[in-house]
Structure formats: structure tokens, C-alpha cells
T-cell receptor
Framework: AQSVTQLDSHVSVSEGTPVLLRCNYS??????LFWYVQHPNKGLQLLLK??????LVKGINGFEAEFKKSETSFHLTKPSAHMSDAAEYFC????????????FGTGTKLQVIP | EPEVTQTPSHQVTQMGQEVILRCVPI?????FYWYRQILGQKVEFLVS????????KSEIFDDQFSVERPDGSNFTLKIRSTKLEDSAMYFC??????????FGSGTQLSVL
């Protein structure tokens, strides 16, 4: 069975400082991993995905994530936070090749302080 | 960029009533999904739909739930007799090739 844990429900950073949103997963198989972002009153938007190619994955808006099998982690980072990054972020794991059955984390709300 | 559209954005209903949540997927997409998120909890998979039939469903998706693609553009989720615990944000999603999922903005369902 697969599961995903987002270690922080809220993260607060100052504008211009680095962002780190943590995600750990468990999976019986080689998983696919995703990060989604949800801005207020908007749908879920895919930031990036890992599907067993390069372990360092670059996404949109300057975000990236590194798949670390030994640590079962897939943390999301960004070197410098913008005000527009304030949103909720979801880590997602799928054991299948596609989206037939995915498991979402509980989400991390990112606050960016001016 | 094309979007998945969900209507209504908010739906309030009485317990025991039927509700239909509507979604218009992106026009050339072939795979369709419903997820839900109860307040403060994880987003949960409900059902996936391909080639006019359900391809997978979760244990949440019991006989009270049904999905339909009535006219080639809409994708609906029906809850036959709503319960208080059905109150949640319901997300529709579509995909052309299952490699990238596009989500709608959700319908907030409140069952009173």
C-alpha cells in the first residue's frame, strides 16, 4: 500500500528566502511522485513530477524536487520565495504508471511574508 | 491554457436529496476522474472513467454514487441520497494520456 506524509501543515517564509516543503512517502513499488499547488479558489495545478528518470526534477515557477529513495523523500524547494507562491501544496504518490489511483498528502500551506 | 470547468462552485442541499455535480473536461482528453477533499483531510480518489465506462473506483464510491458522460462534453457525478458526511470539495480532473492531470477548481458541496 502507498502512503504520503507531508511533515508540515503550515510553513512561513519571508519573501526572497528559500522554500522547503517536506514530503515522505511509502510504496511497495517504484512510485511516481508529484507536487501540486492550489491557489485560493483555483483548481489543482501540477508543479512537477518524478517518474523514474532524473532524480532532480525541475518544475514550473522555479520549483524543483529531489527524489531520494534511501530517505523515501521528495521534498519541494525553491531558492527565493515570491508573494505569488503563497498557496497550498500537495505531495502525491502513485504506484501505477498513471493516475488511476493516487494518494494525496494532507497539504502544506505556504505563507510568504513581505 | 485550456481548463477543466466545474459547476456550480458551491452547492447546498438537504440530507437525502440527490445532487449532480457537473464538469466539462478539456475537449481532447480521454480520461476523467473525480476526487474529493473533506475539510481538513486528504484529497481522496473516487473514480476514474475511460471509454464510457468506469475503469477504477475507490471504496468510497459506493452505490450512492454514479458517473456519466451524457453528451460527449460533460462529465457528471451524481450522489443519489446525500449524507452529512458527503460534505466536501469535489474535484473533477481530465487527462489526455494519463501523464498529466488537469484539475477543475472544485465544487464545494454542503449537506445540511
Amino acid at each position: 500500500a502507498q502512503s504520503v506524509t507531508q511533515l508540515d501543515s503550515h510553513v512561513s517564509v519571508s519573501e526572497g528566502t528559500p522554500v522547503l516543503l517536506r514530503c515522505n512517502y511509502s510504496s511497495s513499488y517504484s512510485p511516481s511522485l508529484f507536487w501540486y499547488v492550489q491557489h485560493p479558489n483555483k483548481g489543482l495545478q501540477l508543479l512537477l513530477k518524478y517518474t523514474s528518470a532524473a532524480t532532480l526534477v525541475k518544475g514550473i515557477n522555479g520549483f524543483e524536487a529531489e527524489f531520494k529513495k534511501s530517505e523515501t523523500s521528495f521534498h519541494l524547494t525553491k531558492p527565493s520565495a515570491h508573494m505569488s507562491d503563497a498557496a497550498e501544496y500537495f505531495c502525491v504518490v502513485s504506484e501505477g504508471g498513471g493516475y488511476q489511483k493516487v494518494t494525496f498528502g494532507t497539504g502544506t500551506k505556504l505563507q510568504v511574508i513581505p | 491554457e485550456p481548463e477543466v470547468t466545474q459547476t456550480p462552485s458551491h452547492q447546498v442541499t438537504q440530507m437525502g436529496q440527490e445532487v449532480i455535480l457537473r464538469c466539462v473536461p478539456i475537449s481532447n482528453h480521454l480520461y476523467f476522474y473525480w476526487y474529493r477533499q473533506i475539510l481538513g483531510q486528504k484529497v481522496e480518489f473516487l473514480v476514474s472513467f475511460y471509454n464510457n465506462e468506469i475503469s477504477e473506483k475507490s471504496e468510497i464510491f459506493d452505490d450512492q454514487f454514479s458517473v456519466e458522460r451524457p453528451d460527449g462534453s460533460n462529465f457528471t457525478l451524481k450522489i443519489r441520497s446525500t449524507k452529512l458526511e458527503d460534505s466536501a470539495m469535489y474535484f473533477c480532473a481530465s487527462s489526455r494520456d494519463r501523464e498529466k492531470l488537469f484539475f477543475g477548481s472544485g465544487t464545494q458541496l454542503s449537506v445540511l
